[in-house]
């Protein structure tokens, strides 16, 4: 019996690992192409999408930066 429960830890673990790790690739990438210079764009209220200027790409990379060191060890 308490050896089906450490399986069933052992096996959710693991899928958290490979979900974080999927997360932490996506980050990387995007903080690659924000460093590559592609453009970025969101949406904004009324739905338009807007490129992010300098200094918003700039507040971004610095946050991924912080996201990947501090959730992706």
Avoid: F, H, P, W
Avoid at 51 to 62: E, G, H, I, P, V
């Amino acid at each position: 019996m308490e050896q089906e429960e450490d399986e069933k830890k052992k096996l959710a673990e693991k899928e958290i690992a490979e979900k974080n790790k999927g997360y932490c690739n996506n980050m990387s990438g995007e903080l690659q192409a924000n460093k590559d210079g592609v453009r970025i764009v969101q949406y904004n209220d009324k739905g338009e999408r807007v490129a992010l200027d300098d200094n918003q790409r700039a507040r971004s990379r610095t946050q991924l930066e912080e996201r990947i060191a501090k959730e992706c060890k």
